[in-house]
C-alpha cells in the first residue's frame, strides 16, 4: 500500500526523469510545448465559448431578443449586403456585424444568415436594388488624396411573406434593437396601438421636436395623435390604444372633455404617460402658473404634482451664449440623476436621465392603489417654490438643510383600472433637449414597451454603454480620489525598487 502510495504522489514523481528528457535541450522543451499550446488552441477554437463580462451584458443578446426569436413560427432569413471593397476602416465593423449576426443565428434553428456582394455577384446587385438597399458613400484616403467609394453595408431581413430592410448598419450600439424590432415586427400579425394627445403631428422633421421619438416608436407601434376636445368630432379615447403618452406644452388647457375622456379610458384599464409639468416656463425664462388641469387627475391616483422646480448639484452643461458667443455653465435646473429604483425593470439599459426644469412628486397613499417611487434626484438637490430664480448667474446658493432627495418620476396602478406614469417634466424626449449622455428616449421606450407590449423589446435599445456617470462624492472624496491616482503608482514603484535594493544588499 506504501510503494502504490508513493507511485500516485505528485510530489515525488520528476516529470523529466519519467519522460527521459534528461538529454534533451531546454529549446526542444519549449518547441514542444508551443507546439502542444497551439493544438490545444485549435482544439478549443471548434467549441466557440464566450463570456461576456461588460455592464449589464451589453455585448450578449438580451432576454427579450432570445425570448422573441426562439418563438419564431417560419424561417427567417437575414441578409447582409456588404461590397468587397469597402474602406478599411469598415472592416473590423463587418467582422462585428457578422458576429452579431452569427449570435441571433445561435439562439434559433430557423434562422438564416447569409452574406452577399453586390460588386462580385449580379444576382445579389439586382435583389439589392429591388429591396431598395441605396449604395452609401463613404470617403477614405488613398495615396494622398481623398476618394469617395459607394459601397453597400445593410441588411434585408424576410419571415413568410413580409420583408423589411436596414439601409446601413453602422451603428453598432443600437443594431439589436433595430434588427429585434424588425423581426418583432414581421411575426407580429398586429402592431400594438400607442397615442398622442396634447400635440399635433408636424410632418417637417425641421420643425418636428418629437421626430427621434416617432421614428423610433413606430418601429414596433402604430403610432396616432388625436385629438378628444370639446370641439373634435371624436369624444372618446377608443381601447384600442395600448398607451396614450399625455403631453403639456405651456399652453395646452385641457378641457373637460378631455380630462373625462382621459379618466374613463383609464377606468376601462388603458395606460397612460403623462408627461407635465407644476409650473409653466416660457422660453424668456418667465414662470406661470400651469393651468394644464391635469392635478386633480393626477391626484386621484395618488400622485401630487408639486408646483416647483427641482435644483440639483448634479446638472447638465446649458449653453446661454448666442450665435456669435458660447457662454456654458452647469445648470441646476437641468437635473441629471442615476437614482433608479433597483427593483423595476425599466432602467436595465439606462445609465442616466435628464430632466429639464422638472417639478417634484408626492406620493399619497390609498388602499386601492399601488404606487412606486421609479426615479429621485441625488441628495444633493433643493427646491425653488414661488419665487423663481432661473437666471444661471443670479441662483441663490441653498443651505444644507434644504439638500434632499426628491422623486421626480412615479407610477400608479389603481385596482382594477389602468396604470399611469407621472414624469413632470414636459420637455423630456424633445428633439432640442436631447444629448448624448442622456438615455430618456431608451427610458420612455421601456415604459412602453412594457405597458402596450408586455415589455416585449424592454431594455435592447443600446448594443453597449459608452458612457458611465461619475457618483456624487464630496468635495472631500474628490480630493481622496485625486491624489490617490496622483501619487499611488509613484509610491507603489518606489516601495517596489526599495525592496528590490535590500534585497541586493
Given amino acids: 500500500m506504501e510503494v502504490l502510495k508513493n507511485m500516485i504522489s505528485f510530489k515525488k514523481i520528476n516529470l523529466v526523469k519519467f519522460l527521459k528528457f534528461e538529454a534533451v535541450e531546454t529549446k526542444v522543451i519549449y518547441l514542444l510545448v508551443f507546439t502542444v499550446f497551439i493544438i490545444a488552441n485549435l482544439l478549443v ?26 418563438n419564431l413560427d417560419d424561417v427567417l432569413n437575414i441578409k447582409f449586403f456588404v461590397s468587397s471593397d469597402i474602406p478599411t476602416r469598415l472592416l473590423p465593423l463587418k467582422n462585428d456585424v457578422l458576429d452579431f449576426l452569427n449570435e441571433y443565428k445561435k439562439e434559433s434553428k430557423k434562422i438564416n444568415v447569409k452574406v452577399l456582394d453586390p460588386k462580385k455577384d449580379e444576382k445579389a446587385l439586382n ?13 477614405q484616403l488613398e495615396k494622398d488624396k481623398y476618394a469617395v467609394t459607394n459601397v453597400y453595408f445593410g441588411l434585408a431581413i424576410n419571415y413568410a411573406d413580409k420583408k423589411e430592410i436596414l439601409p446601413q448598419v453602422t451603428d453598432l450600439e443600437s443594431l439589436e434593437y433595430n434588427i429585434t424590432s424588425i423581426i418583432y415586427k414581421l411575426t407580429n400579425k398586429e402592431l400594438a396601438k400607442i397615442a398622442v394627445l396634447g400635440k399635433n403631428e408636424v410632418f417637417n422633421p425641421q420643425e418636428d421636436d418629437l421626430v427621434t421619438f416617432k421614428k423610433i416608436a413606430r418601429q414596433q407601434f402604430i403610432l396616432d395623435f388625436i385629438d378628444v376636445s370639446t370641439l373634435s368630432a371624436q369624444k372618446e379615447i377608443p381601447l384600442t390604444y395600448k398607451t396614450v403618452l399625455v403631453f403639456d406644452d405651456g399652453k395646452k388647457e385641457y378641457d373637460g372633455q378631455e380630462i373625462e375622456a382621459l379618466k374613463k379610458y383609464l377606468k376601462e384599464k388603458g395606460n397612460a404617460i403623462f408627461f407635465v409639468d407644476g409650473v409653466w416656463l416660457q422660453e424668456n425664462l418667465f414662470t406661470t402658473e400651469a393651468n394644464h388641469n391635469l392635478f386633480s387627475l393626477l ?11 427641482v435644483l440639483s448639484t448634479s446638472s447638465e452643461l446649458v449653453n446661454f451664449g448666442n450665435q456669435i458667443v458660447q457662454f456654458l455653465t452647469a445648470y441646476p435646473f437641468w437635473v441629471k440623476t442615476n437614482n433608479f429604483n433597483p427593483k423595476i425593470s425599466y432602467f436595465s439599459n439606462i445609465s442616466q436621465l435628464t430632466y429639464p426644469w422638472a417639478s417634484s412628486i408626492t406620493l399619497k397613499k390609498k388602499e386601492d392603489l399601488k404606487l412606486q417611487e421609479l426615479v429621485k434626484t441625488t441628495k444633493k ?22 439638500l434632499k432627495e426628491f422623486l421626480i418620476t412615479a407610477s400608479s396602478a389603481k385596482k382594477n383600472e389602468g396604470k399611469i406614469v407621472l414624469i413632470p417634466c414636459s420637455r423630456f424626449i424633445l428633439e432640442r433637449y ?34 458611465y456617470p461619475l457618483p456624487d462624492l464630496s468635495e472631500q472624496q474628490k480630493d481622496l480620489f485625486k491624489y490617490l491616482n496622483i501619487f499611488l503608482l509613484p509610491s507603489l514603484l518606489a516601495v517596489i525598487g526599495g525592496i528590490k535594493l535590500i534585497k541586493r544588499k
Fill in 45 to 70: 477554437s471548434s467549441f466557440p465559448l464566450r463570456i461576456d463580462f461588460s455592464s449589464g451584458g451589453a455585448y450578449s443578446l438580451s432576454s427579450s431578443t432570445k425570448k422573441i426569436v426562439k
Fill in 127 to 139: 435583389e439589392a436594388k429591388e429591396l431598395g438597399l441605396p449604395e452609401l458613400q463613404f470617403s
Fill in 299 to 309: 391626484e386621484d391616483y395618488g400622485l401630487s404634482l408639486q408646483k416647483d422646480f
Fill in 381 to 402: 438637490s433643493w427646491q425653488q417654490k414661488d419665487n423663481f430664480v432661473l437666471d444661471p448667474q443670479r441662483i441663490p446658493e441653498p443651505n444644507l438643510n434644504d
Fill in 434 to 467: 436631447q444629448n448624448r449622455t442622456a438615455d430618456n428616449l431608451e427610458f420612455t421606450l421601456n415604459l412602453l414597451n412594457d405597458l402596450a407590449s408586455g415589455g416585449a423589446l424592454s431594455g435592447i435599445r443600446q448594443r453597449a454603454i459608452s458612457f
